[in-house]
């Protein structure tokens, strides 16, 4: 929206800043960050009042985690207050990617938010049933899919990016849909999945919106993508500001989440936050890339995938107990502990997915 100011510049006065990539995202940051720090407290005030006994804590988790009951949940509209806000505020809003990753952001947003209200009133684990969420999720997706497919130019639609390879194209046709249906449903469920432990899930998710911001903004200026020699998507640099706004606004509820957790992000802002870098990664045809960007919320998501089919086929399990990270917790590794190696994981994954970009 103040990128509109531009029009009030003559081109070296301070509206001209406006025109700036860089400066707006600098500006959605400490949007988005003040926003926490303002609707934090509030907030948790408000979720505490009207939860009750807060989130249920399952009967079969990890022992340490029976101290954490009344925790309140929903602590992920914070987070999506502070995306929207900061990215309506700062973004070109002619920009038909920043719509799409804010759909499918707010759409997986409100599935979290009828699952989180679904545990907090029936005060068990279940939720909303899981081929109701997966058949929702898929459709949102689905229109994503087609939305960014129409917003590519000619030369890439419904195509898939080779990463390391210069020029590699793979045409995926009609599959191009249904795979980018997979990349945003998985990396939505990959993301809550992770989101098991005091300020787990809130981290990596900055780190890979630090990492996808990089790219949208490279891939969205021609002299980069010629120098890089990656293919050239019209439009991506203002993810950036989007990106931005969700490390301000993670950093805001991070600073409530930090152990002891005052409040728990909830399938309200891991579905939502999971969705939208999943979105990110196709808008920028970076689907590949962001598997390795990701591979933190891969592994997890594999771990219980690994646990199931390993114990239907056998009747005894791979891991103590998954997600991987309560397989730690269950050999006794203090949660501070699992948290920051994890940090620590998805950094250096970061930094490789990042490396792509210049490995040809």
Known sequence: MLYWLTELSDGGD?????????????????????????????????????????????????????????????????????????????????NAYIWMILFVMLSFGLIGFADDYAKVAKQNSAGVPGKIRLLLGLVIAGIAAFWAAAYHPDALQNQLALPVFKDTLLNLGVLFVPFTMIVIVGSANAVNLTDGLDGLAIMPVMIAAGTLGVIAYAVGRVDFTQYLEVH????????????????????????Y???????????????????????????????????????????????VIIQVLYF????????????????????????????????????ILA?????TLKVR
């Open 14 to 94: 301070f509206y001209n800043l406006f025109r700036y990539i860089t400066f707006r995202a600098g500006g959605a940051f400490m949007t988005a960050l003040i926003f926490g720090f303002l609707f934090g407290r509030p907030l948790i005030n408000v979720l505490r009042r009207s939860q009750g006994k807060g989130q249920p804590i399952r009967s079969d988790g990890p022992e340490s985690h029976y101290a954490k009951a009344g925790t309140p949940t929903m602590g992920g509209l914070l987070i999506v207050g502070a995306l929207l806000t900061s990215t309506l505020l700062w973004t070109r809003l002619d």
């Open 312 to 347: 239907k086929a056998t009747g005894t399990r791979v891991f103590l107990m998954a997600p991987i990270h309560h397989h730690y917790e269950k050999k006794g590794w203090a949660e501070p502990t699992i948290v920051i190696r994890f940090w620590i994981i998805a950094l």
């Open 232 to 255: 050239y998507v019209p439009g991506t640099g203002e993810i950036l500001i989007f990106c931005s706004a969700l490390i301000g606004g993670g950093l805001g509820f991070l600073w």
């Open 257 to 303: 989440n930090a152990p002891p957790a005052a409040v728990f992000m909830g399938d309200t802002g891991s579905l939502a936050l999971g969705g939208a870098l999943g979105a990110i990664a196709v808008a920028t045809k970076h689907e590949i890339v962001w598997a390795i960007v990701g591979g933190l919320f891969v592994i997890e998501a594999l771990s």
């Open 351 to 355: 930094l490789v997915g990042l490396a």
